[in-house]
C-alpha cells in the first residue's frame, strides 16, 4: 500500500517561512499528480495547491498565490511546498495527497480527486 511521508512544518512567526515535504514510501511519485490540503481550525479541508504529473502545471487557491511555492524533485523522488510571507490565517493541518492520473490528458493537469493521503503537519503562524 502506496503510503505518503511528510516532513516540515511546526511554528512560525507571522512574515517568515516553512517548507514542506511530501515523498512516497514505496515507489516513485514521477508523474503522479500531487496536491497540498489545508485544514484550518474550524474549517473544512482545502486544496491550496497541485502540480501535474509533467510538473508543468501548478495550481494555487487565491490566499496563497504569491506566497507559496510547490515543486518536485524527481530525483529525491519528492514534492515540496515551499510557503513564505506567513500568515496567521495560514495555520492549519497540512497533508500532501497523490494519484496516479487516470489517463495521459491527466498528466497535464491537476487531478479532481486524490487516492493517496499523507499524515498530515501541524502549521502554526503565531507571535
Known amino acids: 500500500q502506496r503510503r505518503l511521508v511528510q516532513s516540515g512544518g511546526g511554528l512560525v512567526q507571522p512574515g517568515g517561512s516553512l517548507k514542506l515535504s511530501c515523498t512516497s514510501s514505496e515507489d516513485t511519485l514521477t508523474f503522479w499528480g500531487v496536491a497540498w490540503f489545508r485544514q484550518a481550525p474550524g474549517k473544512e479541508r482545502e486544496r491550496i495547491s497541485c502540480?501535474?504529473?509533467?510538473?508543468?502545471?501548478?495550481n494555487y487557491t487565491d490566499s496563497v498565490k504569491g506566497r507559496f511555492t510547490i515543486s518536485r524533485d524527481v530525483a529525491k523522488n519528492t514534492v515540496y511546498l515551499q510557503m513564505d510571507s506567513l500568515k496567521a490565517e495560514d495555520t492549519g493541518v497540512y497533508y500532501c495527497a497523490a494519484d496516479l492520473p487516470p489517463n495521459a490528458a491527466g498528466l497535464t493537469k491537476c487531478l479532481n480527486a486524490y487516492k493517496y493521503w499523507g499524515q498530515g503537519t501541524q502549521v502554526t503562524v503565531s507571535s
Open positions: 502540480i501535474s504529473g509533467t510538473s508543468e502545471f501548478t
